[in-house]
């Protein structure tokens, strides 16, 4: 029997895709030193620990996405997703009977961890808990898979576009890339969540400048 653990990072931005990482061990002793949640880190160690444990043969590491199409889709919310791409992840790691901790997404911790469970294919016991990538070593390996996999995400989308900044909707950098695309292009490309604030607002600011001119 192993031990698991999924974590997600990009469910906030206004840019990009949401991913969901899981680690499998069959001992917890095997994750490289420095593990922890994948906030704590630096970008340059997290990118260190991501390596060692995806290197590592007795590690399993997975992640699933979730992009832009499907966070704007009208009939699904955030909490869905989450649970969809956690199981995605988890289940490309894991074995009948494996117990693992998942970090909630939901008020309810006993039914995120339902939800992510039915999801799976495997039968497993999952446990869930809000802040789990702090209490426990095989979510913070999971929070730093996924985290490492969506710097590399925006990183791509940096080369695309040009500075797109962090992609989340506080960062003076995204919004100015938002504003200078629609100004340009009329419209949202492609890698923003068009259904969120920060995005409607850009291009409702844009479309009031248009009228201003006449």
């Known amino acids: 029997m192993t031990t698991f653990g999924a974590d997600e990072a990009g469910r906030g931005p206004a840019l990009g895709s949401m991913f969901a990482g899981a680690v499998a061990v069959a001992d917890l002793d095997d994750l490289p030193d420095g593990v922890a949640d994948s906030k704590q880190l630096t970008r340059a160690r997290r990118a260190e620990l991501y390596e060692q444990l995806c290197e590592d043969d007795r590690i ?3 992640v699933a996405e979730i992009p832009t199409g499907r966070i ?3 009939e699904t919310d955030m909490n869905t997703l989450t649970v969809e791409a956690q199981a995605a992840a988890i289940g490309q790691v894991v074995s009948a009977g494996d117990e693992g901790v998942v970090d909630a997404c939901d008020t309810s911790e006993s039914r995120f961890a339902r939800r992510v469970a039915d999801a799976v294919p495997a ?3 999952i446990t869930a808990e809000h802040g789990a990538d702090d209490e426990y070593r095989i979510v913070a390996a999971a929070s ?4 490492v996999t969506r710097d590399r995400h925006v990183d791509a989308l940096a080369e695309r ?3 797109v900044g962090s992609g989340y909707p506080s960062d003076p950098a995204t919004r100015e890339f938002l504003e200078d695309y629609v100004a340009e292009h009329g419209e949202l490309p492609e890698c923003a969540r068009e259904s969120w604030g920060t995005c409607t607002d850009v291009l409702a600011a844009a479309e009031q400048t248009g009228l ?3």
């Open 60 to 62: 399993r590491t997975a």
């Open 72 to 74: 704007d889709d009208p």
């Open 123 to 125: 039968t497993i016991e």
């Open 144 to 147: 730093i898979v996924a985290k």
């Open 161 to 163: 576009y040009g500075a």
């Open 212 to 214: 201003d001119g006449f």
